[in-house]
Nanobody, 125 residues
């Protein structure tokens, strides 16, 4: 079982930046992907992007491409989501999630098995 702990959410003004972290622990951290997702009340969970452990493949969804960056610290089993040029429509609870399989990740929620607790990101002036 893999456990995920997110951190780094908060309140930021439009145009600002935030870094989210996702620390993974447990078994199964040899060949996996980490996905980032977000959800606002009343809407479906939306994929943000993902990173694969074996090939380092990174995928971004169109609404965040060019503004968000996913990276990792392999030694610490931690994945980061750096968010820049934040806008009010980026306001959501952000989740990281774990999937077995370390190649060519896809940020589709149904592919992921273990989820973090979520962290609130609010973009407002």
């Amino acid at each position: 079982q893999v456990q995920l702990v997110e951190s780094g959410g908060g309140l930021v003004q439009p145009g600002g930046s935030l870094r989210l972290s996702c620390a993974a622990s447990g078994e199964g951290l040899d060949f996996y992907s980490i996905g980032w997702f977000r959800q606002v009340p009343g809407k479906q969970r939306e994929g943000v992007g993902c990173i694969s452990s074996a090939d380092g493949h990174i995928d971004y969804k169109d609404p965040v491409r060019g503004r968000f960056t996913i990276s990792r610290d392999k030694a610490k089993n931690t994945v980061f989501l750096d968010m820049t040029s934040l806008q009010p429509e980026d306001t959501a609870v952000y989740y990281c999630a774990y999937a077995r399989g370390g190649y060519y990740c896809i940020a589709s929620a149904g592919l992921y098995d273990n989820w973090g607790q979520g962290t609130q990101v609010t973009v407002s002036s």
